[in-house]
């Protein structure tokens, strides 16, 4: 019995943690979204804001897949 609870306690945290990868997605549109309202409104600065674009992208992916590290670790680790 206490072996069925800990892996139900190990699947209901995986799944907790694995809703940071659809998150991520979310955050990713948000900063692609809000550029591209941006550039629509002044495309002569577009140009310059392209890094950030990606450096925005770059860490809303990161947290996506610390959160996809974490559901794995709770799922195989513990």
Request: charged share 5%; hydrophobic share 65%; no cysteine.
């Amino acid at each position: 019995m206490e072996g069925d609870i800990a892996n139900m306690g190990q699947f209901i945290g995986a799944g907790l943690a694995a809703i940071g990868t659809g998150a991520a997605a979310i955050g990713v549109g948000h900063v692609a979204g809000n550029f591209l309202a941006g550039a629509l409104r002044n495309p002569s600065a577009a140009a310059g804001q392209t890094a950030t674009l990606f450096i925005g992208i770059a860490f809303a992916e990161a947290l996506g897949l610390f959160a996809f590290l974490v559901a794995i670790l709770l799922l195989f680790a513990v």
